[in-house]
Each structure stands twice: as C-alpha cells, then as structure tokens.
C-alpha cells in the first residue's frame, strides 16, 4: 500500500513539474510584453529554462524521464500495473500525463517547448540578481 500511496506521490510531482513549465511560459508570454517586473524574476527564469533543458537533454540523448522511471518501479514494488493507480488522484494525474502517441510527437513537443522558453529568455531576458547592501560599518573607536 505505502509503495502505490509513493508512486501517487511521485507522479503528482511529474504533473507539478510539468504545470511549472508550462504555465510558466504562459504567464511569461502574456505578462513579459506588460512590462511585469516580477517575470523578470532571475530565480523564476533560470530554473523555468533549467527545467525545460532537462527535459529537451532527455529527449536528445532518448533518456527515460526518472520520474516515471520511479511511478513504475514504485508500482510494481505495490504489485499494480504500471499504467494505472488504484487511487483516483494517482489515475487522474497519470492520464494527465500519459497517452497512447508516437514517441516523436513527445520529442518534438518537448524540443519545440525547449526552443520556444529559450526564445522567450531572449527577448525578455531575466533581471540580473540583487545583492542587498549593508549599511557601511561604522568605525568602533577604542580607548587609546
């Protein structure tokens, strides 16, 4: 039970994961043209197209995704099958992800994404990071 209860947990992770890029470049493509400053956030952008280069990484090289690498090892530890869950979340999340295409629609789903972030990296290019200045030490004077 606890194995199918962490392949739920795992595949909720994979869904996460794939709304942060992909309502992540929604929300760039729609806010960045407003002059928003918050897209311009250099955490958010670095690790969108972080995110994204992985994937596009694990399509060019033909890597499993781990995550599902783990669902499946996880369900087959919960004796279930590898494309289901006995869960109605675990079900729902792996349909979401999940469906009966040819691999080459995925990769070139992927790689498109990938060259669309990158794309969007470069015409509304992140913010460089911060640093917050301190106030100028003040001189301790010490008995002389």
Avoid at 63 to 92: D, K, N, Y
Avoid at 93 to 120: E, G, K, M, R, S
Avoid at 131 to 144: D, L
């Amino acid at each position: 039970m606890w194995y199918g209860l962490a392949a739920d947990l795992v595949v909720a992770v994979h869904v996460a994961y794939v709304a942060y890029v992909v309502v992540g470049q929604v929300v760039i493509t729609i806010a960045a043209p407003f002059k928003r400053q918050w897209v311009r956030n250099p955490w958010f952008r670095f690790t969108h197209l972080t995110a994204i280069g992985i994937v596009a990484y694990e399509e060019l090289r033909d890597i499993r995704c781990p995550l599902s690498v783990w669902e499946e090892q996880l369900r087959l530890l919960a004796g279930q099958v590898t494309h289901t869950s006995e869960t109605f979340m675990g079900r729902l999340f792996h349909d979401l992800l999940y469906h009966d295409l040819p691999p080459i629609f995925f990769t070139t789903v992927h790689i498109a994404a990938f060259a669309l972030i990158v794309q969007a990296f470069i015409m509304y290019p992140p913010r460089m990071f911060r640093f917050v200045r301190t106030a100028e030490p003040v001189p301790v004077v010490g008995p002389a």
